[in-house]
């Protein structure tokens, strides 16, 4: 017997890019892109984390401290009580994929388009093998 909390169902809610503007952020190493006044739907765990920082985003732009009480207004405007459940994931991303009208884009950026020194390899010190 263990102690672990059940397995809850996976869900995936509705996200809103509320602004005028695109919105893109990375899950993973997956640079996602949100275009202008656009929805998709995504699992819960995307969507909040988009939301988290697209409401950090906003706040920043309008001078508010990301901590200020009104916070929670900013982030329900990323959402729009669109739910919706699968017995797995695997059949939720069908779910998601079937319905959606996405307007979003995800791709994977590599180290040059992200700006990002590529390591040099390392060469061995000396010679280790056995002979």
Known sequence: ????????????????????????????????????????????????????HLTDKVMNELGIPTNHFTRPQYYNKCFDGTEMRADNETKLEQEIMNTSTSEITPKVKDAAELNLPVPEPIAPKFNCWLT
């Open 1 to 52: 017997m263990t102690n672990a909390p059940p397995k809850r169902a996976p869900v995936a809610v509705n996200f809103k890019n509320h602004t005028s503007e695109p919105f893109e952020w990375t899950w993973d190493g997956v640079l996602y892109q949100f275009a202008p006044l656009s929805s998709t739907m995504l699992q819960d765990y995307l969507a909040e984390h988009f939301a988290k």
